[in-house]
C-alpha cells in the first residue's frame, strides 16, 4: 500500500501542520467565534440524519484545509474506493474488509474471490429473518412444544458488544414479553446470573462464534447445553433450543447443532464490525426484521455518503481528521463519548472495542514501528450522570479530553419537561468547555479574591455535538457507521491495519498453558516467573482447601 510506505510524520502535510499547530495552539475558542459570528453554522455538517457541529474545535479554515489536504496524501481515496472494492485491505491476514457488503442493498454486486458475495448476505439476512419471525410469532416450539420466552446470545467481544449495545439502543423497538439477555464472560457468575430465573423450556440459546473456538463463549456453550439437557432431560433438546452464528460449520456440528440452525458470516467481516451480519440475530429477534432492515438502511446511508461526498464535507472524513488534530499534535490521551440518550448507554464500551481493537497498533502496514502516536482511549458514560462525576476533569483539570456529544431532538419517552432539560444540558456542556469562566466573569459574580481562581473556567476545550432527530434504528445505523468510517480515517492517516488484532489472538493463546497447571492432580512443573508460579501456587492451594 504506497501511502504507508513513508511514515506519516516524515510527509510535507503532516510537517505543514506540524508548523501550522505552533501559529494556533494559542488562539482560543472566544477569539475564533468573535471573529466569525458564522462559525457555528458554517463548520457544520449533515448527512444520514446526522448533523454534525464540529465548530467548537480549536480548528481554523487553514487547519481544516490542512488536515484535508493529509488525507489526500495518505491516499484515504484510494483507501476508501479498495475497502468498497473488496481488496484485500486486512493484509496480516490476507482478507477483504467487506462491513459495507453487509448492508448492500439486494441486486447490488461486490465481488471477493471472483464471486458477488450480496445475493449471499440476502439469503442470510432472509433466513435469519424467517427465524426471527418464528420465535416472535410462537411458532418456533421449545422440545416440550413451549414457545420461546427468553433468548440468551452466548458470545464474547465483537460477538458480544454490537449485540448487546444494539439490543439497550433499540429497546424501546423491542418485543417487550420476549427476555433477551447476554453471556459473553468466562466467569461462571454471568452465566449463572442470566440464567437463574429462566425456564429453560422456555429459552433459546444463540451460539455467537465466528471461529466457535473461543474459549469463553465455547466454555458457556457447554454450559448452557448442560443447563437445558438437565432441566429438559433429553439430548435432543439442543436441536430445538440452540442455534449457532459462526463461519465455521465443522464446529457447529461437532457441538451438537444441526447446520440447518446455524448462521453463517464470512471471513471478510471482523468480529467488532459484525453486528449487522447474522451476529445481530439476536437484535433482529428483539426488534424484528423491518426494524432491523431500517439499521441496514441507516449503516447504507452513510455508506454512502463516506463513498461518495467531499472530505470537507464528510462526516467521517471530519471526525478522524479531528481525532488524529488532537492526538498526534495537541498530544490529547483520550476521547469522551457522552451521549445524552439513557438508551445509549453501552455505547461507549462498543466503540472502546471498535477503537481502540482497531487502531491500537504500533506498526504500520509494512510492519515498520512508528513514530508518533497511534489510537487514542476512548471511554465515557451517558449525560447527565457523567456531569455529576467525571465531567469536573473535563472543564477543570490539566488533561485536553475532546468530547464527542451525541443527542436527540425528541425523546423515546415524552416526560414533562424532561428533555428540555436533558438536553439543555447537552447544549450547555458544550458551550461552558469552549468559553468557559474568566476570573472576572468569576468576581464580577461576587466571587472572593481567593476563590476566584478555583471557579475559573480556562475553557477552550473542544467538543463535536452530534444530533439527530430521535435514537431509531436507522440512526443508529448511521451512527455506528459514523464511528466505523472514522476508525478506517484515522487508521489510513496512521497507516495502520484497523482490521487484525493479534494482541487479541495472544490472549486467546495465554490461559490455556496454565489452565491445566491449576487444575493438575499433581503439583506441576512451573516455568514461569516467580510471580506467576506464587500466584499459580497460591491458586492451587486455596483450590484444594475450597
Ligand atoms: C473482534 C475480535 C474479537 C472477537 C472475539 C470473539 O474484532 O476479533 O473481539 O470478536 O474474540 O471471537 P469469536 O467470534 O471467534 O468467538
Not at 382 to 391: A, D, E, L
Request: charged share 20%; net charge neutral; aromatic share 10%.
Amino acid at each position: 500500500m504506497a501511502p504507508s510506505q513513508k511514515s506519516v510524520a516524515e510527509t510535507p502535510a503532516w510537517q505543514a501542520l506540524a508548523k501550522h499547530f505552533e501559529q494556533v495552539r494559542g488562539i482560543h475558542l472566544r477569539e475564533l467565534f468573535a471573529a466569525d459570528n458564522t462559525r457555528g453554522e458554517r463548520m457544520t455538517a449533515e448527512a444520514a440524519g446526522l448533523y454534525f457541529d464540529y465548530s467548537k474545535h480549536r480548528v481554523t479554515d487553514e487547519t481544516m484545509k490542512l488536515l484535508l489536504a493529509l488525507a489526500e496524501a495518505r491516499g484515504l481515496r484510494e483507501r476508501i474506493d479498495a475497502m468498497f472494492r473488496g481488496d484485500k485491505i486486512n493484509a496480516t491476514e490476507k482478507r477483504a474488509v467487506l462491513h459495507t457488503a453487509l448492508r448492500a442493498p439486494r441486486g447490488a454486486s461486490v465481488v471477493v474471490d471472483g464471486q458477488n458475495v450480496v445475493p449471499e448476505v440476502h439469503a442470510t439476512l432472509d433466513r435469519m429473518a424467517e427465524f426471527s419471525r418464528r420465535v416472535r410469532d410462537g411458532e418456533w416450539k421449545g422440545h416440550t412444544g413451549r414457545r420461546i420466552r427468553a433468548v440468551i446470545n452466548i458470545g464474547i467481544g465483537g460477538s458480544d458488544l454490537g449485540p448487546v449495545m444494539a439490543y439497550e439502543a433499540l429497546h424501546h423497538y423491542s418485543m417487550r414479553d420476549l427476555t433477551v439477555r447476554f453471556v459473553s464472560n468466562v466467569d461462571g457468575t454471568d452465566f449463572a446470573e442470566a440464567t437463574r430465573d429462566l425456564d429453560a423450556a422456555e429459552t433459546l440459546f444463540i451460539i455467537s462464534s465466528k471461529t466457535f473456538t473461543t474459549l469463553e463463549t465455547m466454555t458457556n456453550a457447554h454450559s448452557a447445553r448442560d443447563w437445558s439437557v438437565r432441566a429438559l432431560g433429553d439430548e435432543k433438546a439442543v436441536a430445538r433450543h440452540f442455534v449457532a452464528v459462526s463461519t465455521n460449520a465443522a464446529e457447529v456440528v461437532k457441538f451438537g447443532i444441526d447446520t440447518a440452525n446455524m448462521f453463517g458470516f464470512w471471513d471478510w467481516v471482523g468480529g467488532r464490525y459484525s453486528m449487522d451480519s447474522a451476529i445481530g440475530l439476536s437484535t433482529m429477534i428483539a426488534i424484528g426484521p423491518e426494524n432491523f432492515t431500517a439499521m441496514l438502511e441507516g449503516f447504507r446511508a452513510l455508506d454512502e455518503h463516506f463513498r461518495a461526498a467531499p472530505f470537507e464535507r464528510n462526516l467521517p472524513v471530519l471526525m478522524g481528521l479531528l481525532a488524529v488534530w488532537y492526538n498526534n499534535f495537541f498530544g490529547a490521551e483520550t476521547v469522551a463519548v457522552l451521549p445524552y440518550e439513557q438508551y445509549l448507554k453501552r455505547f461507549p464500551a462498543y466503540l472502546q472495542q471498535l477503537t481502540m481493537e482497531s487502531n491500537g497498533k504500533h506498526v504500520t502496514l509494512d510492519g515498520a514501528v512508528v513514530n508518533y502516536q497511534t489510537g487514542p482511549i476512548f471511554w465515557g458514560e451517558p449525560g447527565t450522570n457523567g456531569q455529576h462525576s467525571f465531567y469536573q476533569m473535563i472543564h477543570q483539570g490539566t488533561k485536553l479530553i475532546p468530547c464527542d456529544f451525541i443527542a436527540f431532538d425528541e425523546p423515546l419517552n415524552p416526560l414533562g419537561r424532561h428533555h428540555d432539560l436533558l438536553i439543555a444540558n447537552v447544549i450547555a456542556q458544550g458551550e461552558a468547555l469552549a468559553f468557559g469562566k474568566t476570573a472576572e466573569q468569576v468576581k464580577a459574580e461576587g466571587a472572593p479574591d481567593w476563590l476566584a481562581p478555583h471557579r475559573t473556567f480556562e475553557g477552550n476545550r473542544p467538543s463535536t455535538t452530534i444530533m439527530a432527530r430521535r435514537l431509531s434504528p436507522a440512526t443508529l445505523g448511521a451512527l455506528v457507521a459514523l464511528y466505523e468510517h472514522s476508525v478506517f480515517t484515522q487508521g489510513s492517516i496512521w497507516g495502520v491495519n484497523s482490521f487484525d488484532q493479534w494482541g487479541v489472538e495472544l490472549g486467546k493463546a495465554l490461559a490455556q498453558k496454565i489452565i491445566p497447571e491449576l487444575e493438575a492432580a499433581n503439583e506441576p512443573a512451573l516455568n514461569h516467573d516467580s510471580s506467576t508460579a506464587a500466584l499459580i501456587r497460591r491458586y492451587r492451594k486455596a483450590r484444594r482447601k475450597a
